[in-house]
């Protein structure tokens, strides 16, 4: 087994050969793989088997994240043929002009260079990364968990194989197989080998390579998700948005696991709310006021708030009004995906301008 180190080398000594290819080849690249994926799923599903059955005393939110099925690879396959239908951002000219000593500048897009990923039991992941890594032009250096050891090993070797048989080279995919804590260590250390860091998957990996690394990183997010029901809300509406954004699938970093809803209208909607999720085996930590009108409801704390809960569970508090509603999502949020379920405009112009998240939402889930 190779070193993290040398994992790291050879994707450095590999990424000039990306910028090599052009738009066409590394697009009949990503078709190629697509089409591999689906014609050797039954590889794939008993790989993934085996981390399966290793890891059946793990939690049911885990087991999911990690389980791959013909449904799932076509999705992944479907995910790098989307990619091809995407400029190519390399070489795009983001600016172009004559400054005051006559000098023409440009702004160009380049590669990093080698993208190093850490991260946890979502094979699926292996794929994105290697297609969009590949799309731009980019060598990366995967790091995955012990958990999904033989799902990532079996999808690289397939990646590598359907590369290196239609005439292209495959060494700038790195697959660390040194699980230990140390690799992770490594690759958090490994400047002027790993020109950019991605930590992908709990808050407290996230945290470990933000505390420790001395590669530059890009900090991705943990998932926990508001839904606002504002007091000009439709009631049904409301049921549905909430039942979809929590019970759709519960593993994934975008599923609702909070919720907020105006004062004015918590006694009529918020039981009907409640009863959906608590029949689909929803447990419902809420605040005093969400207690008083549902039945069947554990008292909330500051940390239910700021839970990502991954299962099924999900907060809920009453609120004065969208303002403080904001203030809650900025404060126990965590800048991912919160959504506003109302019709009052000027409400919801309020919390798309100020709740402080990558994505947010008007009446969806």
Aim: proline share 2%.
């Amino acid at each position: 087994m190779i070193t993290v180190r040398e994992n790291c080398v050879l994707a450095k000594q590999a990424a000039p050969y990306l910028l090599s290819l052009t738009t066409a080849q590394k697009n009949e690249m990503l078709s190629h793989i697509a089409k591999a994926l689906v014609s050797r799923a039954d590889e794939i599903i008993s790989a993934n088997k085996i981390d399966l059955e290793t890891n059946a005393e793990k939690p049911k939110h885990i087991l999911d994240r990690l389980m791959l099925n013909e449904t799932r690879i076509a999705g992944m396959s479907e995910g790098l043929l989307k990619l091809i239908e995407l400029d190519d951002p390399v070489g795009e000219v983001v600016d172009d002009y004559q400054n005051y000593a006559q000098l023409n500048i440009k702004k160009v897009r380049v590669p990093f260079g080698v993208i190093g990923i850490i991260y946890e039991a979502r094979p699926n992941v292996t794929v994105d990364a290697i297609g969009l890594c590949l799309k731009t032009s980019n060598a990366v250096v995967l790091r995955g968990s012990r958990d999904a050891v033989e799902s990532n090993k079996k999808l690289v070797a397939i990646i590598q194989e359907t590369l290196e048989n239609n005439g292209f080279k495959s060494d700038f995919i790195q697959l660390v197989l040194d699980l230990s804590h140390e690799s992770s260590s490594a690759m958090m250390t490994a400047r002027g080998l790993i020109d950019v860091l991605i930590p992908r998957g709990s808050a407290r990996l996230i945290q470990a390579v933000v505390e420790n690394s001395t590669v530059p990183i890009i900090e991705t997010g943990t998932g926990n998700c508001h839904a606002y029901v504002h007091e000009s809300a439709d009631k049904d509406m409301a049921i549905k948005l909430i039942h979809n954004g929590k019970l759709r699938r519960l593993s994934v970093c975008n599923a609702t696991e909070s919720i907020l809803i105006d004062e004015s209208v918590y006694k009529k909607f918020l039981p009907d709310i409640i009863a959906d999720l608590t029949k689909n085996g929803v447990i419902v930590y809420g605040c005093e006021k969400t207690c008083s009108v549902c039945d069947g409801v554990t008292p909330a704390t500051d940390e239910d708030y700021a839970t990502e809960y991954l299962g099924l569970a999900i907060s809920c508090k009453v609120v004065k009004d969208y303002k403080e509603a904001v203030e809650h999502i900025n404060k126990y949020g965590s800048s991912h995906s919160d959504t506003i379920i109302a019709k009052d405009e000027s409400a919801v112009a309020y919390f798309q301008r100020y709740v402080d998240s990558a994505a947010v939402y008007h009446n969806v889930s």
